[in-house]
């Protein structure tokens, strides 16, 4: 179990499925810690490496792993991270893996030096249509993505810089973090970071043992606020964005679906991730989909 108390050093990992509001997550983050008189550059977000970092891995581990199998790969990876627990201060490090776990039970995200997570959440409606964009696929095609069991990113095929993210199912990524026992959590919805944000990122600074004073967040907000990170794509991009996508900060809505959706769709994301879906609040009781709303 990750340690309770007051932490020297070690991993907090910001965890999601891919377009939940992990970046913007990230872009708070950094300005809180920055706590400047400007909003920080989008491109100079350097909470710590994504977790499938090929670069970090290989500077661990101290040599080249292009030429091992996935799986070996993943062997090594918890050794990576709780290495890095030892030698660094509390590190904020993105994550999109699933909360798996290799043939001898270790959690890929190493059990040792591991702090917590905060794991983000975004109603699955919202997330088909922007998932879509970002894979450079249709939405039925990325619809068909988050209910697959196996799905997986960044396989073997190609030279990647990331090494293979296993994500499972939108549900079963979701359970895989929030059903893990053992580890401390905070889990944090897409939407109350958009409606109620100051409530919602005081509580997450809080768990990740950063400044929670409301002035402080209040400007941290304010400065990754989805206006000023889209501003600022659109004035010099963002070295994140997917090559088959367009834009990478795209509409920052909750609602977004039913402008995107038609009835088929909505009823293929109901039947795919309806309990999950009901037990974050996205469906009522009546099985319908819930809330909406617009951008802050």
Not at 26 to 52: C, K, M, W, Y
Not at 115 to 128: E, H, K, Q, S, T
Request: charged share 25%; net charge neutral.
């Amino acid at each position: 179990m990750a340690n309770q108390g007051a932490a020297v050093g070690g991993i907090y990992w910001l965890a999601s499925y891919p377009k939940s509001g992990n970046t913007w997550f990230r872009a708070f983050v950094q300005n809180l810690r920055s706590d400047g008189e400007a909003p920080v550059d989008i491109n100079e977000i350097h909470t710590g490496s994504i977790a499938g970092a090929r670069g970090w891995i290989d500077d661990v581990l101290g040599f080249d792993t292009a030429n091992l199998t996935d799986e070996e790969v993943d062997r090594l990876r918890p050794h990576v991270y709780r290495w890095s627990a030892r030698e660094e201060e509390i590190g904020y490090h993105k994550i999109h893996d699933a909360y798996t776990r290799l043939p001898d039970g270790e959690p890929l995200a190493s059990r040792d030096g591991t702090l917590g997570a905060v794991y983000i959440v975004r109603n699955p409606l919202d997330v088909a249509c922007s998932f879509a964009n970002h894979m450079g696929c249709t939405i039925d095609e990325a619809i068909a993505k988050m209910g697959d069991p196996d799905f997986q990113m960044a396989r073997r095929g190609g030279l990647f810089r990331q090494a293979r993210q296993r994500l499972l199912s939108w549900s079963g990524h979701v359970a895989s973090w929030i059903d893990s026992p053992g580890l401390r959590r905070e889990v944090v919805r897409y939407e109350d970071m958009l409606f109620r944000p100051l409530e919602t990122f005081t509580r997450a600074a809080r768990f990740l043992e950063l400044p929670h004073d409301a002035p402080r967040v209040e400007k941290a907000v304010r400065f990754a606020a989805f206006d000023e990170l889209h501003r600022q794509e659109a004035e010099h991009g963002f070295a994140e964005k997917s090559a088959r996508a367009s834009r990478f900060f795209r509409r920052g809505e909750a609602g977004g679906w039913k402008e995107e959706l038609n009835p088929e769709q909505v009823a293929r994301v109901i039947a795919g991730h309806g309990p999950m879906m009901r037990r974050l609040g996205y469906l009522d009781a009546g099985g319908q989909p819930v809330g909406g709303g617009r951008r802050r």
